[in-house]
């Protein structure tokens, strides 16, 4: 059994957050993810399985992932009446979702209106060990009454993407029990295929029967239940795209058929790699039962939804749990989450940083559509790495859409992914897939960078100009520090790397050298380009100025504000909001959380200070408590790390924002984990090996974890009690 800290539990349903729970209790296996949605439905619920790399057009936002027909539908008939948490009784309740384990529960007992009681227990899971596999196993036990139970298990190709249709059905049917639904994506012809089929025990007098209902085949069953005596229903499906299989309907059936063993034997499986991902993925606090919990039930989601077989794929901020952002990947992924998995299952990076090498024929595309050499990654990037930022959105209640300029101007993108590449590489020592894969995303966005700048003769020095940073309240900016000092990095990385490949895989620095056009004199030039470019800094203090002109906006107070509930762009409007002081998230800070090694805790404590009081810390992105609560760890500020690190965890857990319905916050679910690790645990990794001076909260107890380093298991193992004596 697993503790406290390994589940989230609710015990009572409240209709009003039904869709915050359907992200909260998502499961997933690396291939797709389920929305913890009822099996049997409840009324406006929103529920949704996401694949992998199943995206289709839609309008505004280009491509999306397409919710497929759902698996869940598990109706269940006591004597022919439906059960429903919004019809008869709900006498007790309890859904718990198993972190450890990655099961979904329920127990409830249900009095039906005509006056029959039964307890109800539903488990389901969705393979770990078999990425095709999804179970469900139902148990009623009458409580008051013999009679006629019935299950029908369907498959329901009746789904949609919030008002938007994206599948043609091919057709359905049922054969030997089984039944099977096939259906295509419209815009970009991506079959689905999946099987269903239901098993009953416990019971006398047991009939399997199918029914055909359009765009729904159901498995379905009817027994006798005798009172006080628990009869079982177990629902298994398989699930295949063309995507991986030619005729996906068939191996889905074939799957079935070929299946050995029941729901029992697929569970044991199933749980046998979760064990293995929270071997050495788990982050241990001891002492601070809440904050352990949103760990893990951070990595939690963030397992869930990584690739593990498919190097075409990435994850979006939503992981596979919601609708928002509609799968599109952005640097969330690199910067955020990328780093939990590079020290903790190397083989999970790489296969996400293989996404960013197979999308480069987008990102080249994007740079030649806009009059630049080189790749630059699209600011959301889909199935091909184009550019899928919407432009124009409508705002709500208004009649003018609102320009996004984020795909057009956001451009530290393709420093972020030059960077995760790189500081994969430093953890990992992974040469090969730096020579084979990583050093030419490095170095072609390198080109694009060399051909971006801009030379500015009057004051001799390089500038970006017209840019996003990652403080989105600001856009059209010049000489965003962020994104300079990235690009100085950059720059400098690019060459180290590109000496490199010279030195240890010369045939492989001949064909890049070829294909990239790269020549003496670009090595020069990016070594010119690292030194004149502009950043705005106060050398007396190390104050960065976030962008030109960032300080003669107005500077506003926001404990003025205060009380609020909506961010400050809600607030002010956004025109109004641009020309103030106010952030939406780090932005000049972010340069401290990615190149820590860079400034000096003078100019940490410089930048700290001024930004800090003029972020929108509660409603403002999400991504900012975990980046705050590390810095304040650095600059030696305990109760501060301490009091943004608990806004990062209760992100999801508390709904801080209102929109966990939406799907859970991914990268404020790997940045929490960096804060545990590099903040509390004060982790750093050097070239010339690793070292931790934990600074925990001075309630914990225990902060433990492990990580790869240079593909040997390592481990922090911090106890109060050992550091007192
Ligand atoms: O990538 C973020 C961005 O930094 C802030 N707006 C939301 C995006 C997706 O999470």
Redesign the pocket.
């Known amino acids: 059994m697993s503790g406290v800290t390994w589940r989230v539990t609710e015990v009572v349903f409240d209709a009003a957050s039904q869709h915050a729970g359907e992200s909260l209790f998502a499961l997933g296996n690396g291939y797709l993810g389920t929305r913890g949605s009822f099996e049997e439905g409840f009324p406006g619920d929103w529920p949704a399985t996401f694949i992998h790399g199943v995206y289709d057009d839609v309008p505004i936002g280009h491509t999306e992932l397409a919710n497929v027909s759902n698996w869940l539908p598990f109706d269940l008939y006591v004597e022919g009446e439906h059960f429903s948490l919004d019809s008869g009784e709900v006498l007790n309740y309890q859904r718990e979702l198993v972190l450890r384990q990655g099961l979904l529960s329920r127990t409830l007992r249900w009095r039906s209106p005509a006056g029959r009681t039964v307890d109800i227990a539903v488990e389901r899971f969705v393979s770990l060990a078999d990425a095709h596999l999804c179970a469900i196993r139902y148990q009623v036990v009458p409580l008051d009454f013999d009679g006629q139970i019935e299950w029908r298990a369907g498959l329901n190709g009746h789904v949609e993407n919030r008002g938007v249709l994206h599948w043609d059905r091919l057709g359905q049917g049922a054969q030997s029990g089984i039944v099977w639904l096939r259906s295509r994506t419209r815009g970009t012809g991506i079959e689905l295929g999946q099987a269903g089929r239901l098993k009953v025990t416990g019971a006398e007098d047991v009939t399997h029967f199918c029914l055909d209902c359009d765009g729904q085949p159901v498995a379905a069953a009817r027994a006798r239940a005798r009172e006080g005596r628990a009869i079982v229903a177990e629902k298994t499906v398989a699930i295949f795209t063309s995507r991986e299989t030619p005729d996906p309907c068939a191996a889905a059936i074939e799957k079935l058929q070929n299946l050995r063993g029941g729901y029992n034997d697929l569970r044991t499986a199933h749980l046998a790699e979760w064990e293995k991902y929270w071997a050495v993925s788990d982050a241990i606090i001891e002492g601070d039962d809440e904050v352990q919990r949103a760990v893990r039930f951070g990595l939690f989601h963030l397992l869930a939804a990584a690739p593990w077989e498919d190097k075409h794929v990435s994850l979006g901020?939503k992981a596979l749990s919601g609708f928002a952002?509609r799968g599109h990947v952005?640097?969330?992924t690199e910067v955020f989450m990328l780093p939990f998995f590079t020290l903790t299952q190397p083989g999970l990076a790489r296969n996400l940083l293989m996404y960013r090498y197979h999308t480069l024929p987008g990102a080249r595309r994007k740079a030649a559509a806009n009059g630049f050499a080189g790749a630059q990654y699209a600011w959301e990037s889909a199935d091909t790495g184009d550019e899928v930022t919407p432009t124009w959105v409508p705002r709500q209640n208004q009649r003018d859409p609102v320009r996004i300029w984020t795909g057009d101007l956001e451009l530290h993108i393709s420093s972020d992914v030059a960077f995760a590449v790189w500081q994969y590489w430093q953890a990992t020592g992974d040469d090969s897939f730096m020579a084979d894969y990583g050093a030419e995303i490095i170095l072609d966005t390198a080109v694009f960078w060399s051909s971006r700048v801009e030379w500015n003769a009057e004051k001799s020095h390089y500038e970006i100009t017209n840019v996003v940073g990652?403080d989105?309240y600001h856009d059209r900016i010049n000489n965003n520090a962020f994104t300079n000092d990235l690009v100085r990095w950059h720059m400098e990385t690019a060459q180290q790397v590109w000496r490199w490949l010279e030195q240890k895989h010369p045939a492989r620095a001949a064909e890049l050298a070829d294909r990239l056009k790269l020549q003496t004199q670009t090595l020069a030039r990016w070594a010119e380009v690292a030194t004149r470019l502009c950043l705005p800094v106060d050398p007396s203090t190390g104050l960065l100025e976030q962008f030109e002109g960032y300080f003669h906006r107005r500077d506003v107070n926001l404990a003025e504000y205060e009380p609020r509930t909506v961010s400050m762009q809600a607030l002010l409007g956004i025109e109004e909001v641009g020309k103030t002081q106010i952030l939406?998230?780090p932005d000049v800070l972010m340069l401290f959380f990615m190149l820590r090694d860079r400034y000096d805790q003078c100019s940490l404590r410089a930048n700290w200070d001024y930004y800090v009081p003029r972020t929108d810390h509660t409603y403002g992105?999400s991504?900012g408590p975990p980046v705050h609560a590390l810095l304040a760890c650095e600059i030696g500020e305990p109760e501060a790390a301490y009091r943004h690190f608990c806004r990062a965890a209760q992100a999801d857990l508390g709904d801080v924002r209102g929109n966990t319905g939406d799907g859970i916050h991914a990268?404020s679910a790997g940045g929490l984990w960096q804060a545990v690790v590099f903040g509390f645990g004060g982790l750093r990794l050097t070239p010339e090996g690793w070292s931790a001076t934990p600074r925990p909260p001075a309630h914990w107890q225990r902060l433990a974890f492990r990580f790869y380093y240079r593909g040997k298991l390592e481990e922090v193992d911090w106890r109060r009690e050992t550091q007192s004596k």
Do not use: T
């Open positions: 901020p952002y952005f640097w969330d990652p989105e939406k998230q992105s991504l990268a």
